[in-house]
């Protein structure tokens, strides 16, 4: 089975930042620039690249959907991601040249939008499952809380093609993917993709030993910490 490792960057006014909960924080990992980050990693070998709007995220408006559409022209499949909730706002970001759109997790809790929006996005979507805890608990909301089995379960009956699952409190620290909740999302049978801890190749096989599709990693990628060449390559 063929994994997929895809670097991500995250994306604040046109600039790399990273996620914290109190919002975007500048980096000047490739002096900010995250065109710089996508040539770098095309140049590595990468196919895909995984882009987080926080201004999307935080401010419910796109704010760089020209870092998609810009980076979709350095040769590079876009996976636009960022709270995605609505089908509009996924249909925007496939205007602007996503090959794949992740549908964040706080649509979860509108059953009947999201799977408007995943019958919409067809192979083109990717469900994200953010898990603390054990459960599904979209990160900047205090009202979301989803069993996991069985939201996955609805999921993929109504058609959902792939997952993200996202482990929230390793997200930026390095310390290793959640293999027990991978484990549990990818019983079903949906391709599904690990992020969150992933900062080393053995952090990679593991995932992959899982049975996962692929992983997105972002600061270690970001940060050089992830020799993302020699990833991509093994």
Sequence with gaps: MSFEVIPAIDVSGGRLALFTPEGPRPTEAF??????AAHAYREAGARWIHVVDLDLAFGGTFGN??????AAEVGLAVQ?????????????ALVA????????????????????????LGDRGVVGIEVEGGRIRPRGRTDG????????GWLS??????????????????????????????R????????GGIATLTHLGEVRSAGAAGAVVGRAALEGVLDLGRALAL
């Design 145 to 152: 809380d989803l069993p996991l089995v069985e939201t996955l």
């Design 31 to 36: 002096g900010g620039d995250p065109l710089a």
């Design 188 to 195: 079903s049978g949906r391709p599904t993709y690990a992020a």
């Design 65 to 70: 959907l020209d870092v998609v559409t810009a």
């Design 97 to 120: 040249g996503a090959r794949r759109v992740v549908l964040g997790s706080a649509s979860l809790l509108d059953e009947a939008e999201a799977e408007r929006t995943i019958v919409t």
């Design 157 to 186: 009956a109504i058609g959902a093609s792939r997952f993200l699952v996202t482990a929230v409190s390793r997200v930026g620290v390095g310390t290793g993917p959640d293999l027990d909740i991978l484990r549990r999302a990818v």
């Design 80 to 92: 636009a991601s960022g709270g995605i909730a609505r089908a509009a706002d996924a249909t925007a």
